[in-house]
Each structure stands twice: as C-alpha cells, then as structure tokens.
C-alpha cells in the first residue's frame, strides 16, 4: 500500500501533463447531479473513478444539462407521471473563467465550463469539465441547447455533439491540455470532435487523427447510432468542416456519426466479447477488439459488505482481484452482511410504496431502463403458471424509468402494475420510482437474486448485475452481454434460456425463455434457497470470488491504458 501511494506521488499532477481526454454526453457522478440517463452515463462515472484511483492520466469531457434527466413518479395504475429536474450547478461544481466560441448555423455560440475533481483513493484529482452554452449574449435559442440531455428531436441532439465534439476540444486548449494523446470516444455522440483536431492540425491526413482516437461503441443494434440528415448538418456545422465531413464519408449520404468514428479511430471496440461479435459483423470491421466492461466496486459495494471486505480483503478497493479469496469470508457474516443490505432495501420498499416485505422471503430484483427489450414482464408471461410455483414463496421488487418518448416501455410498466394486482395475496411486488444511483446501490445489494432477461443479442454488457455480484448477489439472467463471461452455472448463478451460437443467436424464439425462467425458478432457486441454506450462501461467496475480481473498472481501465492508450504510469 506505501509503495502505490509513492507511485502516486510521484505522479503529476499538472494538468499539462495528461494524456487522455474521456468524451461522453452522460456522466453519473453524483445523483445530485442529474446529467446521466442510464448505463452509458454509468459506466462513465465509474470509469473516471477507477482512473483517479489509479492514477490514469486522463480528464473527463461531457455537457451540463441545465434539466436533469426527468423525475419519475408511478401512479397506481403505473402509469409514469415526469416532472423536470431543477438543479444549481452552482451547488456542485465550480465554474471557470474559460470560454470558448463556436458557430451553429453561422450563429456565434459562446461556451462556458464548469469542473468537477474527482478525487481517487490516494489524492489524484482527474477533473471533468462540463460544457455549458447557456452564457448571457447568446441567442436564445442557443442558450437552450443543452437544457435536456439528448434534447428533443434531431436539430437539438445534433447541435449538443457540436458542442461536446468541437465545443470540448477548443476548451481542451483553453485550459491549456497540449499533450493529449488518446481521445476517447465514449459512444459516437463525440465523433464531431475528429473534425476540429483535423481543423485545428492544419487539416492533416486523417492518419494522423486516426492515431489519437479510440472508439468504444455501445448499440448492438442499428437504429441505436444517430444519423443526420446531410442537408442539415450542412445548415447547422460551420463551413469550415464540411469538405473534411464529405470527405470522411466518401459519398455515403446521411451522416452517421457512428461512421466517422469509425473511420478515425486506431482502437475500437466493443464492450463485452459477445458485442464485439456483434459489431465486427454489424459494422464489417474484423478489427473490433473486446474490452468487457466493469463497475467502479467501491462505488456499488454496500456499507455492511465493505466492512467484511476491509476486515478479510483489506486492499480490495486498490486492488479488486482481492475478491478472489471471498471464498474464505465466514459464512455466519457474510449472510448477517447480506440481511443487514436486505433489511435497508425492505425498510426503503416500505417508506416509499406502503409494501412491506419479508426480510424472510426469497427476494427477486429487476432493475434498469424500462425499454421494451429488457422485458421487465418476461416474469409475469403466464401468471396462473407463476403464482403455482412461486405463491407465497418469492416477492418481486422493481425499478426503471421510461424514456418520456417510449410509449412501448411505458407500457411495460403499467403490465407490471397489472400483474401486481393480480398476484396480491399471493406473491408481493413492488415498484420503486425514480431509479438512480442511490437506489441502484440498494437494490443489487438487497435482493437475493438479479434477474435479468433482455432479448439477445440487444445487451451489449449490462452492469447492474457486476454490481449484485459484488455484493453477493447471484444473478439469474439470459446469456447476453457481460453474463456469457460470467455465469458459471450453479457457482455464480443461473442461465435463462441456451447459449447463444451462430445457429440460434438471430432466429432463436424468445417467447420461450420464460420457460427456462420458471422451470429454474421453481426446481433449483426456490428449494436451494429455503431447504440448502449452506449451499446458497457458498454460491454467495463463489459469485464475489469469481466475478468481482474481473468485472470491474479498475481492471478494464487497464485494459484500456495497454491496449489502446498505450500509456500509464503504473506501466511505465
Ligand atoms: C448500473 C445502472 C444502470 C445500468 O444497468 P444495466 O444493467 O446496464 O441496465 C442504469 N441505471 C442506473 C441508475 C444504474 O445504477
């Protein structure tokens, strides 16, 4: 431990000196600061975290959302009620002197910053600056471009990647970063900062850009990747990029912002083995690399499991493969740890919704974006099937916004709510609002399974479920995303539904993984849970030995700094 924190110290920490700029349009930092929507922003927060604890060299570049992501409240029929998030930056973060111009639709735009230090484990600060254009002069239309994040419709969403893309590097100068070496795109919402390093480096060869960019893509699915009209982005983008963008897109028509990343960047990859998979045939680019991501573990870890972790793996914060020797956590503790997390959920579920749960009872969670091809309802496919196998014997706790656009996932909601009602008596479900980082933490430690069940091969990674395994929750999950790596059957959970191949990935029929789910549910989980107590908890301990150790972002950031940044000085 005194060796890494001289490391450190000898680490500097002048801003000149850092290497890595981190684009992305979501970061989750705090839930007090409301600029993520989900896992992409997730992911971002956990990725600067793990980089300020160990000393990566990096900042972090986003926009300011003026309105957080939308408040959810459930009404009893489950129907989703939004209300607008009113924050002070102010409150969080502190604004710079520094401003930068640029144009949108031949307006000039002013951009103003604002930081935030993320300060790691041993007192290395990687700052994240957000982008702000609502500055007093502008056009009022202007100052309300980065009100919402992503915006309403195609004209918004493509001026916000103006800003983060151009806006960002500008403002990179303009705190005086020379020396960045890797730009990492973090999703294709940050490719427009390609253009402006090829303006700014006297419009060189796209070789040269090529070599400061790496490209991490996070849509398995086409209609995922933005795509402008041409002619629109003709009218919003200053002239000074438009031959550099046809030139880049060599006659393709719409503007896909996925392309150019594409094009410019040295690294690509996808974000599990399975999606590289994917994207490499997606995207026909034999060279997409697999870098599986992770979770910032001490961010996810519960209050009563991180005192068992400082007394039997002291230094896992530092260095997670530490979970490997949860194996020899005692038995009697780990499971007080495990009821101390349930009992804050139950008491949480109960000053929130009036439902109140067994700290007795085998307890399932199911929480993400509520997007229709998670399929929060797989469960409840057959109701009379369910309530005979599990009446009395399980309760359900659920989480997850709906995007104000997606009447399909909202939709799902309400069919949980209908099946709520039809199952009272028999098996206690309840709905959490407003799912965010806070809540995130309570539920993957509170229950005693993580269901997961989206449609394959839709989840790139997934992340919720590394976070329940951290804190020895077993997941029960279709092999998808980040889970084909890590189920071992029977020791770290359970598959839902076959593996995938070649043969079944695309015309397997998903209507039949509820089948899998209720089979497992009632013949392995139920009985293992009430009549093999030693056995479950040993799969407690087996889930922290085998997947904490791997899934988390200390290991994929390294990962990152190997093999695509080529930098770090703990390698060095
Ligand atoms: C972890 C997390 C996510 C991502 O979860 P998935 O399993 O990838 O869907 C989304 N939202 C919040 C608040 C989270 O904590």
Known sequence: MIET??????????????????????VALEDDIPSFSGGLGVLA???????????????????????????????????????????????????????????IENRVVEVKVWEYDIIGKFGYVVPVYFLDVNVEGNDE?????????????????????????????????????????????????????????????????????????????????????????????????????????????????????TTISLKLSRFINGVSVKHAEVSRNMFRRPEIHAVTNGIHSATWVAPSFKKLFDQYLPGWDVDPSHFSRAVFISDQEIWKAHIAAKGRLMQLIQEQTGVVMDLNKLTIGFARRAAAYKRADLVFSDL???AGLAGEK???????????????????????????????????????????????????????????????????????GMKSAHNGVMNFSVLDGWWIEGCVEGLTGWAIGPE?????????????????????????IIPMYYEDRENWIRMMKSTIALNAPYFNTHRMIKEYAVRAYKVSPLFQ
């Open 141 to 257: 239309r202007d100052r309300e471009l980065n009100k919402h994040l992503y915006g309403g419709g195609d004209y918004i969403r493509l001026c916000q990647e103006i800003i983060l893309g151009i806006g960002g590097v500008r403002m990179l100068r303009d705190l005086g970063y020379r020396d960045i070496r890797s730009y990492h795109l973090n999703e294709g919402h940050a490719s427009l900062l390609t253009l402006e390093l090829i303006r700014e480096s006297g419009y060189s060869s796209h070789e040269k850009i090529q070599k400061a960019c790496v490209f991490t893509t996070h849509t398995p699915v086409p209609a995922g990747h933005d795509v402008f009209d041409f002619e629109m982005v003709r009218n919003v983008l200053s002239p000074v990029y438009i031959d550099y963008l046809k030139e880049i897109l060599e006659g393709e028509h719409p503007v896909n912002l």
């Open 384 to 386: 009379d099937r369910l």
């Open 500 to 524: 995938p191949t070649e043969d079944n990935l695309t015309d397997y029929d998903e209507g039949l993984d509820y089948e899998s789910l209720y089979s497992k549910l009632e013949k392995v």
């Open 5 to 26: 924190s001289d490391i450190f110290k000898r680490i500097s920490h002048q801003k000149g000196k850092r290497e890595i700029a981190y684009f992305t349009m979501e």
């Open 45 to 103: 927060g956990d990725t600067l975290r793990s980089a300020a604890d160990l000393g990566i060299p990096m900042v972090g570049m986003t926009l300011l959302q003026q309105y957080g992501y939308f408040h959810q409240g459930l009404n009893e029929e489950g129907q989703q009620i939004e209300t607008e998030v009113r924050w002070n930056p102010e409150t969080k973060l502190k604004q710079l002197p520094n401003y930068v111009e640029l144009k």
């Open 394 to 464: 399980i309760q359900i706790v659920f989480a997850g916004k709906a995007h104000p656009k997606d009447e399909e996932g909202k939709s799902v909601i309400r069919s949980v709510f209908e099946a709520k009602k039809k199952l009272k008596g028999q098996i206690e479900i309840a709905y959490l609002e407003n799912y965010g980082m806070h809540l995130g933490r309570a539920l993957t430690s509170g229950v005693d399974v993580w269901l997961n069940n989206p449609q394959r091969p839709r989840e790139a990674s997934g992340t919720s």
